[in-house]
């Protein structure tokens, strides 16, 4: 089989597609190549299977990237609004879950259901189970881009790379969109797992493995950044909400803190328990304020466990001190296996940051998270797939 097309679009997943309608709708002749057995896969395992599609409080502020300007654009020309009045003209129910997050009432299924109608829709052509064997470049204007797959070879004067980054090789990742880059002689930004557990080894895990299961509210700093939220205690290690977030500031060697009373200032906290229970123990009291098994730990280990009354001032604040800034050593991350985005990537640099076009090579456009653009845990890593898929789509 052989086509030729307006723009052919390498990734059938959330930037893709969104790339591929707004191309569709502006009248161009659109091919999606996926080589997964369908499209969306990740928007599928997405928010638990609920996809938070979008934050309302979306800022560029919430996006890791070499060049902090370039996301600007494209999220001011596309913003979650555009993609809420989308999501509503196709009837489906969503709420907001906390912080702008906003998640579909029933399943994912129906973000991806409504962008490949929208795709159909706008005849949109979509091969899946379609790989790639090769890409030819500079034959003429109209064909300059040609890819050789499995179902034939297809030709267009633009090429979209949204094959997305290496996190869940399972669900269909590669490095196909870096390889690409590097080829046309793009500068790709080191890769590193984002959004995901960190492992804790030796010691460290031993003190906590048999508390895997527990959650409690904390304060996660690194490297100047801080995120308050749920750390769930895992066998390998530590997951949960803030622990995710934090794991994008974090690289092996990094100092990690954490807040474990981060509701409470710790020293007032510790003072008031000793004047209102002085003779309640140090681990119940603390018991009430976090869960027992962890305070009990925390009383085991980090701090000495007396009658509330048998501390003095200079003790209280070492506790206070342990509490607010506890020091944590992580020894790694567990990898692309399990983490939700790929920080770095295709340098910025060389991008028009309205369009997503290469600068270097006329017709080439990268969208999604194949570039170094990175966002937060809670539905911004989505709102700059839909914003690039969408500057690229009116671009092309
Ligand atoms: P995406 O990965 O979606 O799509 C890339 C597509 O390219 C895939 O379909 C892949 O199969 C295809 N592909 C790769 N190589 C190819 C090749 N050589 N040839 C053809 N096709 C190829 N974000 C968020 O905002 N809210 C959320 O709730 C979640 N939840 C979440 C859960 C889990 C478990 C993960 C792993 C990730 C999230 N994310 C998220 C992150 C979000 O899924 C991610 O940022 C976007 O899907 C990125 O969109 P892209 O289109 O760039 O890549």
């Known amino acids: 089989m052989t086509g030729h097309f307006d723009v052919l679009i390498v990734g059938g997943g959330a930037a893709g597609l969104m790339c591929a309608l707004t191309a569709g709708q502006r009248g161009k002749r659109v091919l999606v190549v996926e080589h997964a057995n369908r499209v969306g896969k990740k928007i599928l395992m997405s ?27 494209a999220l001011a020309r596309f913003t979650p609004w555009h993609f809420i009045d989308m999501v509503e003209r196709h009837g489906i129910a969503y709420h907001e879950k906390e912080l702008g ?13 409504m962008l490949v109608d929208e795709c159909h829709a706008a005849g949109v052509r979509i091969e899946t189970s379609c790989s790639v064997e090769r890409m030819t470049h500079g034959e003429s204007e109209d064909a300059a881009f040609r890819l050789h797959t499995t179902h ?42 984002g959004l995901v557990p960190l492992t804790l080894s030796g010691k460290h895990q031993e003190r906590l493995a048999d508390l ?102 200079p003790q209280l604040r070492e506790m206070a001190q342990v509490l607010s800034d506890w020091s944590l050593v992580a020894s790694g991350t567990e990898g692309y296996r399990t983490a939700e985005v790929t920080l770095g990537g295709v340098d910025t640099d060389e991008l028009s940051s309205s369009t997503m076009q290469s600068r270097r090579v006329p017709g080439l456009y990268f969208i999604g998270e194949v570039i170094d653009v990175t966002g937060w845990l809670g539905g911004y890593n989505f709102q700059w797939a839909w914003a690039s898929g969408h500057a690229a789509g009116n671009a092309v």
Not at 104 to 111: F, G, M, N, P, R
Not at 156 to 181: D, N, R
């Open 47 to 73: 928010g638990g299977g609920r996809c938070n599609f979008t934050n309302t409080g979306t800022t560029p502020a919430n996006f890791l990237s070499a060049n902090p300007h370039f996301c600007k654009s």
């Open 101 to 113: 997050q906003l998640f579909c009432d029933v399943s994912s299924k129906l973000i991806v259901k």
């Open 212 to 313: 895997s299961g527990v959650a409690l509210p904390v304060t996660a700093r690194c490297n100047g950044r801080a995120f308050s939220n749920y750390m769930l205690v895992t066998h390998r290690g530590l997951s949960g909400p803030a622990i995710l977030q934090i794991s994008s500031y974090w690289q092996p060697g990094d100092d990690l803190r954490l807040d474990l009373l981060p509701q409470h200032d710790a020293l007032q906290a510790l003072q008031d328990w000793q004047r209102e229970r002085p003779a309640a123990e140090l681990k119940t009291v603390l018991g009430d304020a976090m869960p027992k098994r962890f305070a009990q730990r925390l009383c085991e280990l980090w701090l000495p466990n007396r009658p509330m009354k048998q501390y003095n001032m």
């Open 152 to 193: 034939g070879n297809f030709a267009a004067p633009a090429l979209v790379v949204a094959s997305g980054g290496l996190s869940i090789p399972s669900m269909g990742a590669t490095g196909f969109g870096y390889e690409l880059a590097k080829q046309f002689g793009h500068a790709v930004l080191p890769t590193r797992a």
